[in-house]
């Protein structure tokens, strides 16, 4: 009997697989109907709980919802915010309004800080700056907050400054000792003879007047004026005998003062009293 044979497979005659497409796309690539978009998966888990996205809907519409929503957000910023050109004075000036400039100067409330009577706020500068404030667009608070910034700048630079004529003062009085208060009215006589009061006033009111540079050599140039008599310190302001008299007792009465202690200077101006006093 002959052998069966088995007829070869023909492989063409095997059922074809078919391949899947990816979940949620058909044979084109298009998405269907039944995926649901999980955008909110992508949210960050600090963000989950804001109650902003409980007002959109999931899947696709949902996700156009919210990019369309910062889309508007950032259209409506711009145009509220927008900085306008350079010479655009209307511009500005409605930038400035929205950004909550007063419609006046006098719209302004704010506080002149005397900080206990250690600041005197000049009325010029106290009415001119919120104009000035107004014209560079500032609202209330930033004008509040460089009141404060200038109150505080200038409680400092004074206290800079009463240290740094404390300072001055000591190393003076350190390099005349007992005769420190005579020179430096020796000083004050000259300064005022050749300016007046008006120049004893702008010493005065300047850190010049505790600087030791600027002292020691108003008190060699008064010194100097002194040898040629031209500089009465001792006697300035005395006008009669009796008290050029009461001058001299209180001088001997000073262990301190220089005249006790055979002082040059102080014996000359004790001279000039007695001239004073006795002829």
Same mark, same amino acid.
């Given at each position: 009997?002959?052998?069966?044979?088995? /007829?070869?497979?023909?492989?063409?005659?095997?059922?074809?697989?078919?391949?899947?497409?990816?979940?949620?796309?058909?044979?084109?690539?298009?998405?269907?109907?039944?995926?649901?978009?999980?955008?909110?998966?992508?949210?960050?888990?600090?963000?989950?709980?804001?109650?902003?996205?409980?007002?959109?809907?999931?899947?696709?519409?949902?996700?156009?919802?919210?990019?369309?929503?910062?889309?508007?957000?950032?259209?409506?910023?711009?145009?509220?915010?927008?900085?306008?050109?350079?010479?655009?004075?209307?511009?500005?000036?409605?930038?400035?309004?929205?950004?909550?400039?007063?419609?006046?100067?006098?719209?302004?409330?704010?506080?002149?800080?005397?900080?206990?009577?250690?600041?005197?706020?000049?009325?010029?500068?106290?009415?001119?700056?919120?104009?000035?404030?107004?014209?560079?667009?500032?609202?209330?608070?930033?004008?509040?907050?460089?009141?404060?910034?200038?109150?505080?700048?200038?409680?400092?630079?004074?206290?800079?400054?009463?240290?740094?004529?404390?300072?001055?003062?000591?190393?003076?009085?350190?390099?005349?000792?007992?005769?420190?208060?005579?020179?430096?009215?020796?000083?004050? /006589?000259?300064?005022?003879?050749?300016?007046?009061?008006?120049?004893?006033?702008?010493?005065?009111?300047?850190?010049?007047?505790?600087?030791?540079?600027?002292?020691?050599?108003?008190?060699?140039?008064?010194?100097?004026?002194?040898?040629?008599?031209?500089?009465?310190?001792?006697?300035?302001?005395?006008?009669?005998?009796?008290? /050029?008299?009461?001058?001299?007792?209180?001088?001997?009465?000073?262990?301190?003062?220089?005249?006790?202690?055979?002082?040059?200077?102080?014996?000359?101006?004790?001279?000039?009293?007695?001239?004073?006093?006795?002829?």
């Amino acid at each position: 009997m002959a052998e069966e044979t088995q /007829a070869p497979v023909n492989e063409s005659t095997q059922p074809e697989e078919t391949a899947t497409p990816p979940v949620g796309q058909n044979e084109a690539g298009q998405q269907t109907e039944s995926t649901s978009l999980d955008w909110r998966s992508y949210i960050p888990e600090d963000m989950k709980s804001a109650p902003t996205w409980g007002k959109f809907k999931d899947g696709e519409d949902g996700l156009r919802s919210v990019l369309q929503s910062y889309r508007n957000l950032e259209q409506q910023a711009g145009s509220k915010y927008s900085v306008p050109e350079q010479g655009d004075h209307e511009g500005w000036q409605k930038l400035y309004n929205t950004l909550g400039r007063p419609e006046s100067s006098e719209g302004y409330e704010v506080q002149f800080h005397d900080l206990d009577g250690k600041i005197t706020w000049n009325e010029a500068y106290t009415e001119g700056l919120p104009k000035m404030a107004h014209a560079l667009g500032f609202n209330n608070r930033q004008l509040q907050g460089l009141i404060d910034w200038y109150s505080d700048t200038t409680m400092q630079a004074q206290a800079e400054l009463r240290k740094l004529n404390e300072d001055g003062l000591k190393e003076l009085r350190e390099t005349y000792g007992a005769a420190a208060d005579r020179k430096f009215a020796q000083a004050n /006589a000259l300064l005022e003879k050749l300016g007046g009061e008006d120049l004893m006033t702008l010493i005065g009111q300047s850190p010049l007047a505790y600087d030791p540079t600027f002292v020691k050599a108003m008190v060699r140039v008064a010194e100097r004026f002194n040898e040629d008599e031209l500089v009465i310190t001792e006697a300035s302001g005395i006008t009669g005998k009796q008290e /050029a008299i009461d001058k001299i007792k209180a001088i001997r009465n000073d262990p301190e003062h220089p005249y006790n202690k055979g002082d040059k200077d102080a014996l000359n101006e004790m001279t000039r009293l007695y001239e004073m006093a006795y002829n």
